[in-house]
C-alpha cells in the first residue's frame, strides 16, 4: 500500500500520545490525520484493521488513506467534527463524571456483546502473548506464569478494544443527544472482556495525580468517581463489587504490556497487581 504525500502546512497538531500526534486540517473541517512517530508498519496494519472494524458496524470513525508527510506515516480518517472524549468532557466538567460515565459503560457493554469473526481478527490471548515475548522488562519466570494465567482465562468470540481508556471514546453533542465512538483501536481483538476493563480501572486507580491531570484531564478523586459510576453501570447494582475488584486489578496489573510497549520502559506500579497474584 503506497502512502499519499500530504503537506504538513496544511494541517495544525491538535494532539499527541505514546505513538504519534493527530492534526486536523486547516481548510476542510471533515479531514483530520493520524501520524506515528516511528514503526511506519504498524501505520498501515492499524488502517486495514481500522477498515475491517468499521465494517462490523462498531462506531468508529471512517477511515481513509495511508498518508506519509515525507518523515512520517499515518492515517487520514473522517473528522468527527466537534469531538470530545470522556475524559475531556468529566476534567471539564467534573459535576457530570458519573453521567458520563455510566454512558462510557453503556457504550463498553455494548461493545463486549458485539460478537466478531474470529478469522478477521487476532484473540487477545494470542495479541498478549506476542506483547509477552517481546517484552524486556520481565523475568523468565516471570513470562510463563503470566502466560499460564493468559491461557486458562476465560475464552469469548466478543469484541476487545484493546486499550480502553475514556480517552479512546469520543463524542459529538447536537440538540441534546450525543453519537460515541471509538477511535484508537490498534489493539482491537475479541476475547473475554475482563481484559479490556482492566484498562478502565488502571486508568482510575493506579496512577500519580500527575499522570492523571496530564492524560486524563482530571483528578484522581474524579478518576475513582468514574470507576464507581462505570462499574455500577457495567455490572449492575446488585454485583459484589469487592469480587469484581480483586478480579479487574489482575486484568489492570496485565495491561503493563501494552503500557511498556508503548513507552519503552518498565512501569513498576502498575506491575503491583501481578505480585502475590499472578507471580
Known amino acids: 500500500m503506497e502512502p499519499i504525500l500530504i503537506d504538513l502546512n496544511d494541517y495544525v497538531r491538535t494532539g499527541e500520545g505514546a505513538n504519534g500526534a493527530s492534526y486536523d486540517h486547516k481548510h476542510d473541517p471533515n479531514i483530520m490525520v493520524k501520524l506515528y512517530f516511528r514503526n511506519y508498519n504498524s501505520a498501515e496494519k ?102 499460564d494465567f493468559i491461557a486458562n482465562a ?8 484493546g486499550d480502553l481508556q475514556f480517552g479512546n471514546c469520543i463524542f459529538t453533542e447536537e440538540d441534546g443527544i450525543r453519537t460515541s465512538y471509538f477511535i484508537d483501536l490498534g489493539d482491537f481483538c475479541y476475547g473475554y472482556p475482563m481484559f479490556d476493563l482492566g484498562m478502565v480501572y488502571l486508568c482510575c486507580h493506579l496512577n500519580d495525580e500527575s499522570w492523571t491531570m496530564e492524560v486524563n484531564h482530571m483528578s484522581n478523586a474524579t478518576a ?32 503493563t504490556l501494552i503500557i511498556e510497549r508503548d513507552t519503552h520502559c518498565p512501569m513498576p506500579q502498575f506491575r503491583a497487581m501481578l505480585e502475590g497474584t499472578i507471580y
Not at 154 to 160: G, K, N, V, Y
Open 46 to 147: 492499524e488502517l486495514e484493521l481500522a477498515k475491517k472494524i468499521y465494517q462490523t458496524g462498531i462506531p468508529t470513525p471512517e477511515p481513509g488513506d495511508l498518508v506519509t508527510d515525507g518523515k512520517h506515516i499515518g492515517i487520514r480518517f473522517k473528522k468527527v467534527v466537534g469531538k470530545r472524549s470522556y475524559s475531556r468532557a468529566c476534567g471539564d466538567n467534573p459535576e457530570r463524571t458519573e453521567e458520563y460515565a455510566r454512558e462510557f459503560a453503556q457504550m463498553c457493554k455494548r461493545l463486549h456483546a458485539t460478537h466478531i469473526d474470529a478469522t478477521q481478527f487476532e484473540d487477545v490471548k494470542s495479541h498478549l502473548n506476542t506483547l509477552l515475548d517481546a517484552n524486556p522488562y520481565f523475568t523468565p519466570e516471570q513470562k510463563a506464569k503470566i502466560c
Open 224 to 255: 475513582a468517581r468514574f470507576w464507581d459510576a462505570f462499574a455500577k453501570e457495567y455490572f449492575g447494582p446488585s454485583a459484589n463489587m469487592e469480587t469484581i475488584t480483586r478480579e479487574v486489578k489482575i486484568y489492570a496489573g496485565l495491561k
Open 154 to 161: 476465560p475464552d469469548a468470540d466478543t469484541a476487545i478494544h
